[in-house]
């Protein structure tokens, strides 16, 4: 035998295996999906036949039907296993519940039975309660009456009191009314004397303040007329220290003349001075203003007030003889 006979023979023998292997994966495949596993007769093409094939796929069928057949038992068991349970709990449960329903009932009686015993005992100590409460209410009506007649007393004695007291009243509000009018007159009395008094004061304040205005006044005039006389000697002085150091100008006529300011500081120092009126000669104004620094510092005066009242400025009209 060739090699090439032997290679066809060992290909025929394994291709069914390979087909049947192939059926049994598209088998479980349709099984998996849930596809009808009822056998069908397919028709075969004639002469073309493979014996082992058919066999393996019969196999397989009838196997999946008996699983299948064993499945249906077994979960119909399991479902009469469970309906027999379920059927045995609803009797125990039938049970219990008519016995919690004897239960139930006996309690109910036995709370009957007590609620008429004690709608007995209470009917009876409600009689009880009511012949008390009678017995009570006689007590209670002849207290009443007791109590109306004391009320009574009491009203009559009230009343005689009550007279008794508007009458005070009466007298107290005249006793007020009298000590009001009199308190009234007092005061209009105190009233005006006290108007009185206080236009004295008025008067007398006035007056006062007059007199002291009078007597400031002249003061004042005095102080000033005296502060007058000694700014005129102070003026003469610094007119006289000016004219000292004056410089006579070519320019300067007999008769010229010219008004200087001059700003002073306590120790007599001159800090400005300035023509505020002039001569007409610029070089004459210049020439005095240039004395008063060349003075400086000027004389003070004999008080110093004078100072004060010139606010340490001085004002002097200067004309060379």
Same mark, same amino acid.
């Given at each position: 035998?060739?090699?090439?006979?032997?290679?066809?023979?060992?290909?025929?023998?394994?291709?069914?295996?390979?087909?049947?292997? $192939?059926?049994?994966?598209?088998?479980?495949?349709?099984?998996?999906?849930?596809? #009808?596993?009822?056998?069908?007769?397919?028709?075969?093409?004639?002469?073309?036949?493979?014996?082992?094939?058919?066999?393996?796929?019969?196999?397989?069928?009838?196997?999946?039907?008996?699983?299948?057949?064993?499945?249906?038992?077994?979960?119909?068991?399991?479902?009469?296993?469970?309906?027999?349970?379920?059927?045995?709990?609803?009797?125990?449960?039938?049970?219990?519940? =008519?016995? #919690?329903?004897?239960?139930? @009932?006996?309690?109910?009686? /036995?709370?009957?039975?007590?609620?008429?015993?004690?709608?007995?005992?209470?009917?009876?100590?409600?009689?009880?309660?009511?012949?008390? @409460?009678?017995? #009570?209410?006689?007590?209670?009506?002849?207290?009443?009456?007791?109590?109306?007649? =004391? $009320?009574?007393?009491?009203?009559?004695?009230?009343?005689?009191?009550?007279?008794?007291?508007?009458?005070?009243?009466?007298?107290?509000?005249?006793? @007020?009314?009298?000590?009001?009018?009199?308190?009234?007159?007092?005061?209009?009395? &105190?009233?005006?004397?006290?108007?009185?008094? &206080?236009?004295?004061?008025?008067?007398?304040?006035?007056?006062?303040?007059?007199?002291?205005?009078?007597?400031?006044?002249?003061?004042?005039?005095?102080?000033?007329?005296?502060?007058?006389?000694? +700014?005129?000697?102070?003026?003469?002085?610094?007119?006289?220290?000016?004219?000292?150091?004056?410089?006579?100008?070519?320019?300067?006529?007999?008769?010229?003349?010219?008004?200087?300011?001059?700003? +002073?500081?306590?120790?007599?120092?001159?800090? /400005?001075?300035?023509?505020?009126?002039?001569?007409?000669?610029?070089?004459?104004?210049?020439?005095?203003?240039?004395?008063?620094?060349?003075?400086?510092?000027?004389?003070?005066?004999? #008080?110093?007030?004078?100072?004060?009242?010139?606010?340490?400025?001085?004002?002097?009209?200067?004309?060379?003889?």
């Amino acid at each position: 035998m060739s090699s090439a006979t032997r290679n066809k023979l060992s290909g025929d023998k394994v291709r069914p295996i390979v087909y049947a292997v $192939l059926v049994h994966a598209v088998l479980i495949g349709l099984l998996v999906v849930g596809l #009808d596993w009822t056998p069908k007769v397919t028709p075969q093409p004639a002469g073309n036949v493979n014996p082992v094939q058919a066999s393996v796929v019969d196999e397989t069928k009838i196997q999946a039907e008996m699983r299948r057949k064993k499945q249906e038992e077994e979960r119909k068991k399991q479902q009469e296993v469970e309906r027999q349970k379920k059927l045995e709990d609803q009797a125990k449960q039938a049970q219990k519940n =008519r016995e #919690d329903e004897e239960k139930r @009932l006996t309690v109910l009686e /036995e709370q009957r039975k007590k609620a008429t015993e004690e709608a007995a005992k209470q009917q009876q100590e409600e009689s009880a309660r009511l012949e008390k @409460l009678k017995q #009570d209410q006689v007590v209670m009506e002849q207290k009443r009456q007791q109590e109306e007649q =004391r $009320l009574a007393d009491i009203k009559q004695k009230q009343i005689a009191e009550e007279k008794r007291i508007e009458e005070q009243k009466q007298k107290e509000e005249q006793r @007020l009314a009298e000590a009001e009018t009199k308190r009234k007159i007092d005061e209009e009395k &105190k009233k005006k004397a006290d108007e009185e008094a &206080k236009q004295r004061r008025a008067e007398e304040d006035l007056l006062k303040k007059q007199l002291e205005a009078e007597e400031q006044a002249a003061t004042a005039a005095a102080r000033e007329q005296e502060v007058k006389d000694l +700014l005129a000697q102070y003026t003469a002085l610094i007119k006289q220290k000016v004219t000292r150091n004056w410089l006579r100008p070519p320019s300067a006529r007999p008769g010229m003349s010219c008004t200087v300011s001059v700003r +002073l500081i306590p120790g007599g120092q001159v800090t /400005e001075a300035k023509v505020i009126v002039s001569s007409g000669d610029a070089v004459f104004d210049r020439s005095v203003e240039s004395a008063v620094y060349r003075a400086s510092p000027l004389p003070l005066p004999p #008080d110093p007030g004078v100072l004060d009242y010139l606010n340490g400025e001085i004002n002097f009209v200067f004309k060379p003889s």
